[in-house]
């Protein structure tokens, strides 16, 4: 009998951000269905924590040693998901990435990056390196066609690349913790006979001007009955934003600062009966859940998201006006049976294709050990 393989999965994991967590649960979902008793490690900033949360084995993200064991002992290595290559936040973002890459690649290791988004690149260097690292790796899996367009133009070749969806989509929805979201917001004042809206906000470009026509539109929503409850997708940058808007709202709102994973997030989003958010993975949640959700976009994967589940385009951040935001809230408000049929239809083929990201690793690993028989072959 072959013994099932070990992954090494390299992404953003450990910074207390449920987006990413979510990411990391459905790509292990998804591998395991076609690599059964899969045994996987995961590189982190909190390994500790990853592994109460997983129960899977994590190694400091940090520390050249064990990475380099942790490469050694994997029989291939997945990149992803997220949007790892991007250096808008730092040109030494996208370098780690690369850098684990190469050290995979010399190890002899296959490597797929897996329902990757793509951008902003602003430096040459990075393109430079993006083009020349990528280029010798197994399979690149891309989240949406745009980012796959973008990939491109860094001149990778002799790759293949496909287009699937974000690796979050490919969870199991039943897995969030209504129960404890249930409890989460009973703890902060929750009436279960008022309707529900989820406000997911968070920290961009250092501005502020697009929170106050946000507060003067929620203060609507609380007019027409819902309760407002603002949710952290990342604990350390989320609720500073959503204390200012309810500082400059007029009607009471609630903000959980209480530590959260991301099932017990995903629980919350699961009761609203509609979600008003910038973080995509909110975004995502509530889609799963038929939630209906007015998007507000800061970049482009949202509006190639939103695009994707077939709903009207978000309003963008810059210059956000609280007439145009409430006439678009009220339009959803005002829809919420047929958005949330609108979501059951698109949804499904979404969430497919995210699935069908570990359908491709499988195969492209199947593929590389006939071509090259050793240990690879012997799992």
């Known amino acids: 009998m072959h013994a099932p393989p070990h992954v090494l999965i390299v992404g953003y994991y450990g910074f207390h951000n449920a987006g990413d967590d979510a990411v990391l649960f459905g790509i292990l979902q998804a591998l395991k269905t076609k690599f059964p008793g899969l045994q996987a490690t995961v590189l982190s900033n909190a ?3 990853t ?3 997983f129960g899977i084995r994590a ?3 940090w520390r050249p040693g064990p990475i380099i064991r942790a490469i050694r002992a994997a029989d291939f290595v997945v990149v992803g998901g997220g949007t790892l290559l991007q250096d808008r936040t730092s040109p030494r973002s996208p370098l780690y990435y690369l850098g684990i890459t190469e050290l995979a690649k010399r190890f002899g290791k296959p490597v797929f990056y897996y329902g990757q988004g793509f951008g902003p690149i602003v430096h040459a260097s990075s393109r430079f390196f993006i083009r020349r690292v990528l280029s010798g790796v197994d399979l690149i899996i891309m989240r949406d ?5 973008e990939l491109e133009k860094t001149g990778v070749r002799g790759v293949p690349i496909a287009v699937t969806a974000d690796p979050a989509l490919a969870i199991d929805p039943a897995i969030a913790d209504r129960e404890r979201g249930r409890a989460v917001l009973a703890d902060h004042g929750r ?10 906000v968070r920290p961009w470009k250092d501005r502020t001007a697009h929170l106050l026509p946000l507060a003067r539109a929620l203060d609507r929503v609380a007019d027409r009955g819902f309760e407002i409850v603002f949710i952290a997708m990342q604990r350390a940058q989320d609720v500073e934003p959503a204390l200012r808007v309810r500082a400059a709202m007029t009607r009471p709102a609630a903000v959980v600062r209480t530590p959260l994973d991301f099932r017990a997030i995903f629980g919350v989003i699961a009761e609203a009966d509609l979600l008003i958010g910038m973080r995509l993975h909110a975004l995502i949640f509530a889609a799963l859940h038929g939630v209906p959700f007015v998007p507000l976009s800061y970049d482009p994967k949202i509006d190639r998201f939103v695009e994707s589940v077939g709903l009207v385009p978000p309003l963008s951040i810059e210059a956000l006006q ?3 935001l409430m006439e678009r809230i009220e339009a959803t408000m005002n829809d919420l049976p047929a958005l949330r049929r609108t979501l059951a239809d698109r949804v499904p083929p979404v969430v497919d294709a995210a699935r069908r990201s570990a359908d491709l690793v499988y195969d492209a690993y199947r593929s590389r050990a ?4 050793g240990k690879e072959a012997r799992r």
């Open 322 to 324: 609280a007439d145009a």
């Open 47 to 49: 390994p500790e924590e």
């Open 145 to 149: 066609a745009e980012s796959a367009r």
């Open 51 to 53: 592994t109460r949360t």
């Open 59 to 61: 190694v400091n993200r």
């Open 370 to 373: 006939r071509r090259r028989p």
């Open 191 to 200: 009436t279960p006979k008022r309707p529900l809206a989820v406000v997911s």
